[in-house]
DNA sequence: GTGACTTACTTCACGGCGTGACATAACATG
DNA sequence: CATGTTATGTCACGCCGTGAAGTAAGTCAC
């Protein structure tokens, strides 16, 4: 049931506000005239509206625009120094944590290696801080200046006061991963998982860019999706919703690490692949052996665009997306050599109509984009404007 | 990507003449006290927009609250008789129409038996708006006066500039109902599918009523679900989403009516679950024999709750739900036989941390409320402020 | 150069909004 | 009937977006 909110006329200027800078930002150098077509805002309005937003810092001049006749258009465009975000990708084998400007450069970057079997919160944690230490010191960016941190980490994060995340393959439960951080920094944070921010990563800048009802997949050794509908990353009722992995594709079927039984994941994961070729994950190098097994043509690779094919079917009968972005390493490998197979499979196991409208396509951005996305997640908050907008030198918790 | 809109001073009384109303509707009886408290609008705003409220006859009061020593509290409501709505459900034997007024008491109601083997797109038109004109002849209530007519089909709805219908078991390919529909009255029209209407119906009366994230399935001969997102039914790229009949749950497995296989539906609908019992659909009737096998405790039925929970289990571990509602006349059989083995098997085939999140519950509204959630369909748009709020005695179209 | 023309932007008065302070209404109690 | 209490109505205020009118800053013809 939609629950609507009051409004107050203050709350109409924060609106145009983050409609502008939104515009602004995702259209590029673009003058006021363009912007009142663009939002539907009357010139004067935005005349006012960017008024403030340069008085601020936020949006500045870039430039001119020859006219053929009048008065020359003033471009505008966010100031890429304004602000940094910063994006953290917290994966098996290490933690990265990256600065952008908000044009989303890198302008700093600080890898930490992790041990496969040592993923203690604490060791986490201390990585994630020192990290952004580094990457402070290494941009020469103020502290005051970053509007957020945004985590990426694998499995189930749960938002309530205090983001708890649950990951399996970390043996985490529950582990309060935002109290730990804020006791070290006090740096607005925003975790999510690691799935869900490389989505975004495309849906903003890769091959989602401009749909509204997207999947993004995530396959590597494991396998997630993020979820958009209507724009919006879809989190259910305590963000664990995308866990497409453990859809059963085969009641009873192969065993898969989750202790369940015929999970997609047991199917299509490297490691489900990699089992089913007779090979132990544990014995090869993941990324090789599989790259190997896609290039020799072995029948088991074909078998996985099958099924590989078969859950993008259900995820098209589910959601009736537009786009699907196939992404993660495996999902790149699988998909830069068996696309029209893996098409073929899903439009055999989903039904006429929302096959038709779909696209599937290759992920844009890579398998790194998880840190990308993360920053994202900091990005949202400063479009709606949420952060602290003309940060001076304060610490916001 | 989220898309904004600009606002203008005069969208912020809408909304919240929007918020106030939706309160009132749901909140039944209110006082403007309370209303300010349960909206967050000053007392003055809500004294000024109930004022509109009233003068417009939507809004009545609705008799004193005693006092301990104060002015007493005037309740206010949704004027029931201010208008009235029409849902329609379009099924596989039957068009039924019923009129309802605001409160969603039935005030009519009109039934026209199909066929099986019959349903040409005029007849069921023809159908529809004779049944219209007899309710509304029945129930006396003035043509000006009903705010709009809402329709539940079958199969995949497509909302572009004309509603087109494509219903396999109709046989409809692409049918513009809404069209035909509009030729013959001029009372606004909405088209949806039936589970989603059935679902909307469950959503704001039924069982999953004051959720958010809930799921309302649909098991007949063919199996269907609503899915609610954050309080809104989620139709994707194209209105088709939902089809989770049609998700395979066992690949290659047994042939659907859909032309795939091992579809859900082939395993939990009625015609599929009598079939796999060794009867074949068409030489018994389908609800008794069902009922049978049920009684009797036919070990397919065991197998049946099987897949219907791991059915259940993809959706919890897609969506995350808080509620998942079990509707349809042959989920409402199994479930008032088999829950807690339905149950069981969902938590087998889900992961633990969403299970523990949702309560699967039976519908509390019968198979028969695709008619009542057509109309509310009309009642979204009225609350939204959408429909013409004082229709005179026009008929808009 | 200069004036006419064109286009982009700014200023301003206006009507509409929600709000808090205050006024009023409508009851119970003593 | 005075007093206290609570619900509701009124009003001036500050803020909003808008259209109309004004201003800025170019091109172009001559």
Redesign the interface.
């Known amino acids: 049931?939609?629950?609507?909110?009051?409004?107050?006329?203050r709350d109409?200027r924060k609106?145009?506000r983050?409609?502008l800078l939104?515009t602004l930002y995702?259209s590029g150098p673009t003058s006021r005239h363009e912007l009142s077509g663009l939002?539907?805002?009357s010139a004067a309005s935005v005349s006012n509206v960017t008024g403030d937003l340069i008085a601020e810092g936020v949006v500045v001049e870039a430039g001119l625009v020859e006219s053929d006749g009048g008065r020359p258009r003033v471009l505008l465009r966010v100031d890429p120094e304004f602000g940094y975000v910063i994006g953290v990708d917290v994966g098996e084998t290490h933690v990265r944590v990256e600065l952008f400007d908000l044009d989303m450069n890198e302008r700093a970057k600080a890898d930490r290696p992790l041990h496969p079997s040592r993923h203690d919160a604490e060791l986490v944690a201390g990585h994630i801080l020192s990290g952004v230490e580094d990457v402070l010191a290494g941009s020469g960016v103020d502290r005051g200046r970053v509007l957020g941190v945004g985590v990426g980490v694998p499995g189930?994060v749960?938002n309530g006061p205090e983001a708890l995340i649950?990951a399996q393959t970390f043996g985490w439960d529950a582990v309060p991963l935002g109290t730990l951080l804020r006791a070290g920094t006090s740096l607005p944070l925003y975790v999510d998982n690691g799935a869900k921010t490389m989505g975004q990563a495309e849906?903003?800048f890769g091959a989602g860019?401009?749909?509204?009802?997207t999947i993004v997949t995530l396959i590597g050794s494991g396998v997630g999706?993020s979820?958009v509908?209507?724009?919006?990353t879809?989190?259910?009722?305590?963000?664990?919703?995308?866990?497409?992995g453990?859809?059963?594709?085969?009641?009873g079927g192969r065993p898969c690490r989750?202790g369940?039984r015929g999970c997609l994941e047991a199917y299509i994961g490297a490691e489900g692949v990699l089992a089913r070729a007779g090979l132990s994950a544990e014995a090869v190098d993941e990324q090789s052996a599989l790259s190997e097994l896609v290039e020799s043509g072995h029948p088991v690779i074909d078998e996985t665009a099958?099924?590989l094919g078969?859950g993008l079917?259900?995820l098209i009968?589910?959601?009736?997306?537009?786009r699907i972005v196939i992404g993660g390493w495996a999902g790149h490998l699988l998909g830069r050599h068996r696309l029209t197979r893996i098409k073929q499979a899903a439009a055999?196991?989903?039904?006429a109509?929302?096959y038709e409208?779909?696209s599937i396509v290759l992920g844009r951005l890579g398998p790194d984009a998880v840190a990308l996305g993360a920053a994202t997640l900091v990005m949202e908050e400063f479009l709606l404007g949420r952060t602290p907008a003309a940060a001076p030198q304060s610490t916001a918790g």
């Open positions: 049931m939609v629950r609507p909110e009051r409004r107050t006329v109409l609106g145009n983050a409609v939104r995702f939002t539907g805002l189930i749960e649950h849906l903003w860019r401009g749909t509204r009802h999706a979820i509908t209507d724009g919006i879809y989190r259910g009722a305590d963000s664990s919703a995308g866990e497409w453990h859809t059963k594709i085969e009641l989750c369940g099958e099924y078969a079917a259900n009968n589910l959601f009736n997306p537009e055999e196991n989903s039904l109509h929302p409208r779909v």
